[in-house]
């Protein structure tokens, strides 16, 4: 049986990031104690506002050092790991973060006997040509290898009001006066919220999907990443010219552009574009989706705005006209 939220201790790895805080919030509501392990607990602060004096509380722990891990796990009841990243740097590795630091977690939950929910994404897969999504694929194996009944998610791309994907490209469509289309931007994605893939990890928590199983998590519309170019320019009102340009060219420019201190582009996640990025067939047929979960998913048009109009030239003094015809500085779909 379910323990009660309040004498529930969850630890969250990877609460300080995007997901991370939607995950915390939605915890919180809930009234769930929340330990977050995260490896500067002095830079996570702002979480703690999300819940009441005392709920939650940040611990230090780096998914590559199996003490740090397993101190943060002890006494816990339920796990979540959301850690990832999305390119290299020094020791941080895709096998050293995504599938042995993944594995840590599980083998951890295991000896504490707390149960284990881990983020993975849409994509994972070990006979991918990108290093990214072959780790994911390899976490997973070990995470079920350690816990079986481990509730894994993979979301496709999250957006919400810090997500890189939208904030990255209307960053760059306020100096650029083009947009690059890897690959003809025929890529196809289902972006999800990163409030919806948060409801997901409570209702695994909540006992609401089935254990050992993986899920899939997208969004209701399935878009190609040009159809998302032109969605975000009109979001923010700019007009940029769309260039596409061909993987092994894209490939070419992201191996300089993968120096910079925050890459623009790595060669590894051209390779991720080149397959689409949407819930399977698979996956709906067996009721492996947000639905069976019993979530709504929202639609990019009823949240992206509310945090997009900063793009806009005026900002938030933008006008524009309602569909009433009433002229409205107000930010979110007209
Ligand atoms: N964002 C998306 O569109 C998307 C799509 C599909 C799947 N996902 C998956 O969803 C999960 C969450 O993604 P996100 O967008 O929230 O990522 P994020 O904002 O980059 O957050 C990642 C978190 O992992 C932590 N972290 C990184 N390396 C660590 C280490 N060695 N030890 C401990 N913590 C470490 C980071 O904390 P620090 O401050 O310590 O770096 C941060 O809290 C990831 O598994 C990601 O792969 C994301």
Redesign the pocket.
Known sequence: MTAIPLETLVTV????????RHVVRALARLGYRIRVA???PD?AGYLQPLGWVGQIHAVQ????YQASVEAAVRDADVVIN?????FERGR?RFDA?HAF?AEAVALAASAFGARLVH????GADECSPSHYARS?ATGEKLVLAAVPSAVILR????FGPE???FNRFASIARFSPALPLIGGGHTLFQPVFAGDAAQAVAAAIEGNAREGETYELGGPQVTSFKDLMRFMLATIERRRLLIPIPFALAKAQASLLQLLPQPLLTPDQVELLRGDNVVSEAAKRQGRTLAALGIDPLAMASVVPSYLWRFRKAGQFAQRTTDDGRQTTENGPA
Not at 119 to 122: E, K, T
Not at 155 to 158: A, H, Q, W
């Open positions: 790895f990877g609460g300080s990031g995007f997901l991370g995260v490896r500067r830079l722990a780096n998914l590559r959301l850690v990832g990243i999305l941080q973060v630091g983020v993975s994404a849409i994911k979301p496709s791309i999250l997500d890189s994907f």
